[in-house]
């Protein structure tokens, strides 16, 4: 009997578990009652919210919080963070120092190299001067007096060559022959002039007369009216009979065409201030090394200049295409003539965006700089400068190409932030926008961008937080008419303005506000 | 013997009927999908998600606990209902029934918390009450029929048009006050709700909730920083603790009016607002936050500066215009 009991027992445990698992209905019903029959007890014993009752204080008093001294323990949290940072700090002025060191060096070095540059020129000059006509005299016997000089040689020219003013003819013309005006030389001719002269082509890149031994090309043997007895009437006049492009001379290629409206100084005055006439070390029988930026600030870096005084050592900032590796100077001006003012290569703004077509990282702070001919391309209202390249002057309306103390080499201050305040002096918007737009409270005039009467230019800067221009506009182009922008970014996120404009206000709904009106004939009133 | 083993044999038969008796039985004609009985919520919300499995049910009622009924009649076109339930402060019971031809079916009871940060009484939830998290892949799976469950957010990019947003479906209730938090307008959630360290949930609330505020609001980082005494929410960061991270009725997206606020904690001990000799009428509303400045000050008891010279009645401070 025990036995059976003990068996039914556990088949009804069985059974009642497979009820369980396998009727989930039943089982959470169950569940549910016992739930409940449990709460109803509990309740029956306990408040509901016995935990609120007075039992347990939770209010501190202030005697107690005087012992927590919660600023204390803040601080040594703080602490333990500040010491970090200032091993960090020590690192950082260790690499300063060591910077620049590197920087004095390197320009030092500069200074170095253009010392001797200085001093191949001076002793290259002397060299010249140092003819030795004793030569001559010792010997040529035999010398023809001025007098019996063939016809064709007077009236004399202002210049003589040395042995013609001797009348010593026989130094290069045979005398016995019965030929008149044959050279002592079989060979070439510059064999002749070597004699006395020194040699012409010891460097590297030599003019092409040079090489070729012709130097009758521009030198006459006897007389000239002109220095160093020129075949021209001056050096430009002489080098241009072959590198004038109008002027067709056969298998030339290296020409100038100054058939144009702006005119580099030099080139009208005398091109040996930057070329060598013989030969040169550097290539284009160029003066100085790196053709462009070296020789270029020769005159480039004196104040006299004034406008055209280029200051790209002693800035904050400066520009890639003059500090990097590249033409340099080339990169944007022809070193001759153009039909673009300052001599540029190509219309102004397309200069710019020769290279500003992708995005490039900025020497300033690293960061990626929008692609500016995609946004130009991709956003039609532009701004006046940009649109109007003659008047306005194009990037170099706000940008100054050449180097600028102030960022993203503009040429007075500005901003990047979202807040900024417009109490400073020089601002660069304001060089053409009248400041009455945003000083005004009350206005029918100075702007359009106003509710009735009310200024909403000022209202959006005041002086509390004031927005800067930047937060609605764009500098360069948009998509919106008065150049407002497609975002403004805040936070990190880029926020669309969503602006709309009608034909006498606006609608945005920025992230800054829910959607805001302005009408300017039935003002909605808007209020400060 | 015998008779007793005869008697165990019936016992046991008895049993087997029961089984198959059960086993004949109906299922239920709904599935409450969510809420699960017993959860907490920190918004004024919840959403009541309904399966119906018997097709011969017309009718579902939801009783809310403020006795509002909300109402949803069935079609056969879909299965699943979803409604937005009001809550109460502190303990909620939902009842959710079933009607078919005007009798009732079934019904069910919910239980939920509505915790309050800002009082006291519904500060903390009492026990049994657990947090549930919504989006997990279990239940996301049962509403992707209608609802696009991934986030559709560009990073670092706010919508144009904010209805465009997979989340404002369902979460615009959040943003139905006047005063509204600029990256919950723009649903550019993720700027706070970021996937990373919750296992639990999708889109879990920031741990350290003052490090998402002060990604964006740094210029108060720093002046706190170098104010002599803070408030100790201030100090902690429990930035949300006074504001409603989404949208309220009040100004600066503060959970109560300025009087409420302060006196929610600072009750008793002679902090009333009515004090005779001081300017701290009552009648006006912000009347606290004219001389203490709420989040930290160089005077004891975050006095604003200037407080001294009684002649300028003038509100000063941040927070008033």
């Keep these: 009997m025990a036995k059976n009991i003990k068996l039914i027992i556990l088949t009804l445990i069985i059974v009642f578990s497979v009820i369980f698992f396998i009727k989930y209905d039943v089982g959470t019903k169950f569940g549910k009652f016992v739930v409940i029959m449990g709460n109803i007890m509990t309740n029956l014993q306990k408040d509901p919210h016995s935990y609120y009752t007075e039992g347990i204080d939770l209010d501190v008093s202030e005697e107690e919080l005087r012992d927590i001294n919660i600023t204390k323990i803040a601080e040594d949290f703080k602490t333990g963070q500040r010491e970090k940072i200032e091993g960090l700090l020590e690192k950082v002025k260790e690499l300063e120092i060591k910077l620049a060191s590197k920087n004095k060096l390197d320009s030092e070095l500069a200074k170095l190299q253009e010392e001797q540059e200085v001093i191949a020129m001076q002793e290259h000059a002397t060299e010249e001067k140092m003819l030795h006509h004793s030569k001559i005299d010792a010997k040529v016997t035999e010398l023809v007096k001025l007098e019996d000089l063939p016809q064709k040689f007077k009236p004399l020219k202002k210049y003589l060559h040395e042995p013609f003013k001797k009348g010593a003819c026989l130094i290069c013309h045979d005398g016995n022959s019965a030929e008149p005006g044959k050279l002592v030389t079989k060979k070439n001719i510059v064999a002749l002039c070597y004699k006395c002269h020194p040699r012409k082509d010891k460097q590297q890149y030599k003019h092409k007369p040079v090489e070729d031994g012709k130097c009758f090309k521009c030198h006459d043997p006897h007389q000239s009216n002109t220095k160093v007895l020129l075949k021209g009437k001056s050096v430009n006049n002489l080098c241009l009979k072959c590198h004038d492009k109008n002027k067709s001379v056969k298998d030339m290629k290296k020409t100038i065409n100054l058939n144009k409206k702006y005119i580099h100084k030099p080139v009208e005055k005398n091109c040996l201030e930057c070329h060598e006439h013989h030969n040169s070390k550097y290539k284009k029988l160029l003066k100085s090394k790196d053709g462009n930026l070296g020789l270029c600030m020769k005159c480039h870096n004196k104040r006299k200049m004034d406008k055209k005084w280029i200051n790209y050592k002693n800035v904050k900032y400066q520009h890639g295409a003059i500090v990097g590796k590249g033409k340099k100077c080339l990169e944007c001006h022809d070193p001759h003539a153009s039909n673009h003012k300052n001599i540029l290569k190509k219309d102004q703004v397309k200069t710019c965006l020769e290279c500003h077509n992708k995005s490039l990282k900025s020497d300033e702070d690293g960061q990626m700089m929008m692609n500016m001919a995609e946004h130009l391309k991709t956003h039609k209202n532009w701004h006046k400068p940009i649109s109007d390249v003659e008047k306005e002057g194009g990037c170099a309306g706000c940008h100054n190409p050449h180097g600028s103390n102030h960022f993203s080499i503009l040429k007075e201050s500005y901003t990047k932030k979202f807040y900024g305040d417009f109490s400073k002096k020089g601002f660069i918007c304001f060089k053409c926008h009248k400041i009455d737009k945003i000083k005004k409270e009350f206005t029918t005039k100075s702007t359009k961008f106003r509710d009735g009467k009310v200024n909403l230019h000022f209202l959006h800067i005041n002086d509390r937080k004031g927005r800067t221009c930047r937060a609605c506009h764009d500098e360069h182009a948009s998509k919106h008419p008065k150049l407002i922008r497609d975002y403004t970014v805040f936070g990190g996120v880029k926020f669309p303005l969503r602006y709309i404009e009608t034909k006498n206000g606006g609608s945005c709904q920025p992230a800054c506000h829910k959607k805001f009106s302005y009408d300017r004939v039935n003002p909605i009133g808007i209020k400060r | ?321």
């Design chain 2, 1 to 321: 013997m015998i008779k007793e083993k005869i008697l165990g044999k019936y016992l046991v038969l008895f049993m087997f009927a029961l089984l198959l008796n059960i086993n004949a039985k109906e299922t239920q004609p709904i599935k409450i999908l969510e809420p699960q009985t017993n959860t907490v919520f920190q918004k004024n919300t919840l959403t009541v998600v309904v399966k119906i499995i018997d097709k011969n049910i017309d009718k579902i009622k939801i009783y809310s606990n403020n006795g509002t009924i909300y109402e949803n009649n069935i079609t056969k076109k879909r299965d699943t209902y979803c409604t937005l339930v009001s809550l109460d402060f502190g303990e909620n019971t939902i009842f959710v029934r079933a009607y078919s031809k005007g009798k009732k079916r079934f019904e069910s009871l919910i239980e939920s918390y509505y915790k309050f940060p800002v009082y006291k009484r519904y500060k903390y939830s009492p026990k049994g009450y657990e947090n549930n998290y919504f989006h997990t892949t279990k239940n996301e799976k049962a509403c992707k029929k209608c609802h696009k469950m991934n986030s559709n957010e560009k990073k670092g990019f706010a919508f144009l048009d904010p209805k465009e947003s997979n989340c404002y479906n369902c979460h615009q209730s959040l943003l139905k006050y006047q005063d509204a938090h600029a990256p919950a307008v723009n649903w550019v959630c993720s700027t706070c709700h970021e996937k990373t360290h919750s296992k639990l949930t999708k889109y879990p609330v920031p741990l350290e909730i003052n490090k998402a505020c002060i990604h964006c609001h740094k210029k108060f980082q720093q002046s706190f920083r170098s104010k002599k005494y803070k408030h100790d929410p201030v100090i902690i960061g429990i930035c949300d603790r006074c504001h409603n991270p989404h949208s309220s009725p009040n100004k600066y997206f503060i959970r109560l009016t300025p009087n409420k606020l302060c006196t929610s904690c600072h009750e008793g001990k002679g902090r009333t607002t009515k004090k005779e000799g001081t300017n701290c009428a009552a009648s006006s509303e912000s009347s606290c936050v004219k001389c203490h400045n709420p989040h930290a000050s160089d005077k004891p008891y975050f006095y604003e500066p200037g407080r001294q010279d009684k002649k300028k009645d003038k509100p000063r401070g941040l927070w008033l215009e």
